[in-house]
């Protein structure tokens, strides 16, 4: 049967063809799964040659030009009878297991297109520059044979043989090259009809992938190497690993993920063998863990043997060498026991001194170390004497009550139970008296012993040499320490007995490295001087042999060298009043920079405070005409008095009240922005600089309209409104304006400003005009928004059971509808139906009327209204367009909806009845199965008799058929079968 597969040519896959387009050389990765480095690698050969008959003892080693096949003739006409050579280099493959092989050359001539021979495709030995006619290549093996159909072009730009058994014959020889011969068959290759020329660089396609290697490094627990012979080494948890390997490695990186398999088993009950796997790659260690599987599935005091082995998507390696282990589970069985002459368990305080615990094994034979740890801290081990021997050692208990607890542990690791050793310990070491608290200055610190024989004291400042003190005979002493450097500092002493028996004492300080500052007239936290006022700041180091200063006021900064005394002083003048921050550094000679040391402090506004709620320097409020208050102050205690004047006039004066406050009224007469300076005058007379306050007076120009007010709902559509524009500031020649969505436009001012804007609404709804003034000048305004409303002369209509989508209701079911008018005078609605007789209904609340309608049809349905006003005039008409459900109804009285009934088996009826006239028959569905039509009777209703056989909801939808075959919409029941 013929191939008819697009992707095949011949009956043999093109995908080595594709890879092989894909790249001319080089590797092409596998897609079957992303971390997979099995290849279909493209190899080009590197080298070609080819014999002649008519010249036998010619070489013919990678001639430019084609590779003639079979017999052709020369320009003269003589015969020449050729067999072409191509060789491939073959040693990146040795080990490799080979899934397929695709050679493919490309076909440059053929001597006669409507023959096309068979080629067949050999392996030899290699051509060399030895070869020739009469001395070719050795034939090992034919390959491959291949004959094209007159369905490939001629000549064929690719021609494909199957070349994996040549290649594995040769890989299986050990060799690293591999040539293949293209020739016509032996009673063919004298027909030069049939010759064929073929390009000198062709390729094969090679799938490989090479086998997992052999597991190395092979552990029964972590770190420690498998035993292979006896004795075997023991363990109390088998965490078996090894390293993994595999070869195949991609182009880009790629590497197989290895399924890795590890078999353990009892030594003498092999069929009882245990499997785990565990995935990795190429020189990773993989685990069998063995050791997480609940329960533990290794008995105690039995021998193992365990190997592994890796497997890719294609291959499984050979096992590895068998490893053998005996397990351990279990620890000494008794509890090591703890003695101490130092601190017996005796319920007594003894002398907080380092003292010896020795630990027993009670009598377990296979003990081999102690563990232990003192007042929960961390854990430590000491080994015994000898299997089961005692261990002893010291420690230093804290003051009070202390837990030294202990377990023993044999050869492998297994603990026994622990046992817990209270005991109570005196405070003996030093008491320190005394305080370090500034770098360079003597500290003076007495020692007493509570410890009895003290003869001396050993004292070192964390980082400074240790020294010695001699202590009185009463055990006291008293030494002086003196800082050189700051920050957290631990002052340690010990004290030693004559018998060499040590306690110590800690002492913690934090020693501040910022220099200290002080000030005149800037006091920290505090308010004083004033804008040029200066004040003097002096930095006194903390840190020893400081040479400079560096300091910032604000974000102001510079240096200041500093005196012999290490001291420094700048003299600062403030230029604006408010709150401070000042930064010290001291530097050293060597460079070292100390912490900041800051000073907090506020310079006093001498200049009047000036603030109002109205018109201020950021927001443009108010407008001309519009009174405004402004509140002075002062930070000066004596100010008694202001002096002032708005936009420059003539200056004024207010009193201030008995802390410094006053209040000045003003009214603008123009919008923009105005000033108001002040002075301020104390009890001596003495007056103030001054100060200026900026504010903004709203100068957008005022907008009325008498058909369209200001945020009311007025006028209609088609009723031209006239806006008109007074300005707030003097000198308007035109104002620019827009109506919220149309171009702005431009109307030049009268004389007195002002102007006049007619507008012509189109539709109803919400509008905004927009208007700014312009000076001669090119000055502009502020915006000024004027909002309103334009009537809609269309009455609205609201229905609370009918809407445009959805049905409700049905025929002959009234549902409430409201009307609303926008227009002022409207008395009452005129409404149709359908198309039916005109109706009036009254107002009844405001410009609304609320009444019933009842439809006559089902589906679409439309009512239209219009308002008429006393005089009778009726407005344009508003037309509402819904939905009336024609749906059937469902009853049962076996199955009511939505409610249990009936029982498994017992059969209930469902009468369906007309949503719609003239309905002919139903279509239903129960319980989603198939549709089932029932006819209507005269009545247009129909029953139907259904019976549940489970216990659970069941669902029914019915629509209807009229006799115009109009369906109705769905109606849907729900029920629940009694259990």
């Known amino acids: 049967m013929p191939d008819k597969n697009p992707l095949r040519t011949g009956g043999r896959t093109l995908l080595a063809a594709t890879l092989s387009m894909m790249v001319a050389a080089g590797t092409v990765v596998a897609t079957a799964a992303p971390a997979a480095a099995y290849d279909v690698r493209y190899e080009t050969n590197t080298s070609w040659g080819w014999t002649d008959s008519k010249t036998p003892d010619k070489n013919n080693l990678n001639r430019p030009g084609d590779l003639p096949v079979g017999t052709w003739k020369d320009a003269k006409g003589h015969p020449h009878t050729s067999r072409a050579?191509?060789?491939f280099d073959i040693s990146r493959y040795r080990g490799a297991d080979i899934t397929s092989a695709v050679l493919d050359v490309k076909e440059t001539a053929g001597a006669d297109c409507t023959t096309r021979p068979k080629v067949e495709l050999w392996r030899t030995g290699p051509y060399t520059a030895k070869s020739s006619w009469r001395k070719p290549p050795a034939d090992l093996a034919l390959v491959d044979t291949r004959q094209l159909t007159d369905q490939y072009v001629c000549p064929a730009p690719r021609v494909e043989f199957d070349a994996a058994e040549g290649l594995r014959q040769a890989l299986a020889e050990g060799r690293s090259t591999l040539t293949l011969s293209l020739r016509l068959p032996a009673d063919l290759e004298q027909d030069p009809t049939l010759a064929r020329k073929y390009a000198t660089r062709a390729g094969i396609s090679i799938d490989f992938n090479f086998r997992p290697g052999v597991p190395t490094d092979l552990q029964t627990t972590n770190g420690t190497a498998c035993t292979t012979a006896q004795p075997y080494q023991v363990v109390r948890s088998a965490s078996l690993s090894g390293v993994v390997h595999d070869r195949d490695l991609n182009a880009t990186g790629g590497r197989d993920q290895l399924t890795v398999s590890f078999a353990a088993w009892p030594v003498d009950q092999p069929d009882a063998r245990i499997e785990r796997t565990d995935t990795a790659w190429d020189g990773d260690r993989a685990a069998g863990r063995f050791d997480q599987i609940y329960p533990q599935p290794f008995e105690h005091d039995r021998t193992y043997a365990w190997q592994m082995r890796a497997a890719d998507s294609r291959a499984t390696g050979d096992w590895s060498p068998t490893c053998y282990f005996r397990t351990d589970f279990r620890g000494p069985d008794k509890p090591p026991t703890v003695t101490s002459t130092a601190f017996p368990d005796d319920r007594e305080f003894h002398p907080g001194v380092p003292g010896d615990f020795t630990f027993a094994a009670n009598g377990a034979a296979d003990v081999a170390t102690y563990g232990y740890s003192l007042n929960y801290g961390g854990e430590k081990t000491v080994a015994a004497a000898g299997a089961g021997g005692s261990a002893t050692v010291t420690l230093t208990p804290r003051p009070g009550i202390n837990t030294l607890r202990v377990w023993s542990l044999d050869a492998v690791g297994n603990r026994s139970a622990t046992t817990d050793y209270d005991f109570l310990a005196r405070d003996v070491s030093p008491i320190v008296n005394g305080r370090l608290d500034e770098i360079g200055v003597p500290a003076t610190f007495q020692v007493r012993s509570q410890l009895d024989g003290v003869v001396r004291y050993r004292y070192r400042l964390d980082g400074d040499p240790e020294r010695t003190v001699d202590a009185a005979a009463d055990g006291t002493a008293?030494?002086?320490?003196?800082?050189?450097?700051?920050?957290?500092?631990?002052?340690?002493?010990?004290?030693v007995t004559a018998a060499g028996v040590e306690v110590t004492s800690t002492r913690q300080f934090s020693l501040p490295t910022e220099p200290k500052i002080s000030a005149t007239v800037y006091e920290e936290y505090t308010t004083g001087g004033g804008q040029g006022v200066p004040g003097v700041f002096t930095f006194?180091?903390?840190?020893?042999?400081?040479?400079?200063?560096?300091y910032r006021f604000g974000d102001q900064e510079a240096t200041v060298q500093a005196g012999a005394a290490g001291t420094a002083s700048v003299t600062w003048t403030p230029t604006e009043a408010g709150w401070v921050n000042l930064a010290v550094w001291s530097v050293s000679r060597d460079g070292t920079e100390s912490e900041p040391a800051t000073w907090f402090f506020g310079v006093r506004d001498l200049l009047p405070g000036i603030s109002s709620d109205l018109y201020r320097p950021d927001t443009w409020a108010g407008g001309p005409g519009q009174a405004g208050e402004f509140r002075l102050s002062s930070e000066v205690p004596e100010m008694v008095a202001y002096r002032y004047r708005f936009d420059g006039g003539a200056e004024q004066s207010v009193d201030a009240d008995a802390n410094g406050y006053a209040t000045v009224g003003w009214t603008p007469e123009q919008g923009g922005t105005h000033t108001l300076t002040v002075r301020g005058v104390t009890t001596d007379g003495t007056v103030s600089a001054e100060r200026t306050y900026t504010f903004l007076v709203d100068d957008a120009p005022l907008v009325s309209s008498e058909q369209y007010p200001k945020d009311t709902n007025s006028g209609l559509p088609g009723v031209a409104g006239v806006f008109t524009v007074t300005p707030q500031r003097p000198g308007m020649?035109?104002?620019?304006?827009?109506?919220?969505?149309?171009?702005?436009?431009?109307?030049?001012?009268?004389?007195?400003g002002a102007a006049a804007i007619t507008w012509t609404p189109e539709t109803s709804g919400w509008r905004q005009l927009t208007v700014i003034?312009?000076?001669?000048?090119?000055?502009?305004?502020?915006?000024?928004?004027?909002?309103?409303?334009?009537?809609?002369?269309?009455?609205?209509?609201?229905?609370?059971?009918?809407?445009?989508?959805?049905?409700q209701g049905g025929i002959g079911v009234a549902g409430a509808f409201r009307f609303d008018s926008e227009l002022p005078d409207t008395t009452a609605f005129v409404y149709r139906l359908n198309g039916g007789p005109e109706q009036t209904v009254a107002v009844t609340d405001?410009?609304?009327?609320?009444?019933?309608i009842t439809p006559d049809r089902g589906f679409r349905n439309t009512l239209t209204?219009?308002?008429?006003?006393?005089?009778?005039?009726?407005?344009?008409?508003?037309?509402?367009?819904?939905?009336?459900?024609?749906?059937?109804?469902i009853n049962s009285t076996t199955y009511p909806y939505g409610e249990p009934g009936g029982g498994v088996g017992v059969p209930g009826v469902f009468t369906f009845t007309p949503g719609l006239p003239d309905v002919e028959s139903y279509v239903y569905q129960f319980d989603n199965g198939p549709e089932v039509t029932v006819p209507a009777g005269a009545d247009g209703s129909a029953s139907v008799t259904l019976t549940p056989t489970e216990a659970r909801w069941y669902p029914i939808s019915v629509f209807a058929i009229d006799k115009a075959g109009n369906r109705s919409n769905y109606a849907y029941h729900w029920f629940v079968v009694q259990g």
């Open 85 to 87: 050579y191509l060789t």
């Open 478 to 495: 008293t030494f002086t320490v003196t800082a050189t450097r700051g920050g957290n500092r631990t002052l340690s002493v010990t004290g």
């Open 540 to 550: 006194t180091p903390r840190l020893p042999d400081t040479v400079s200063y560096r």
């Open 733 to 752: 020649v035109k104002y620019h304006y827009t109506f919220w969505g149309e171009e702005t436009k431009t109307v030049d001012a009268a004389a007195d």
């Open 773 to 807: 003034g312009e000076t001669a000048d090119g000055t502009t305004t502020q915006p000024r928004e004027y909002t309103f409303t334009v009537r809609e002369p269309k009455p609205t209509i609201v229905s609370y059971l009918y809407n445009e989508y959805d049905p």
């Open 846 to 852: 405001g410009t609304a009327a609320e009444l019933t």
């Open 865 to 889: 209204v219009r308002a008429r006003s006393a005089s009778g005039e009726l407005s344009p008409e508003a037309s509402y367009s819904f939905v009336v459900s024609t749906a059937p109804a």
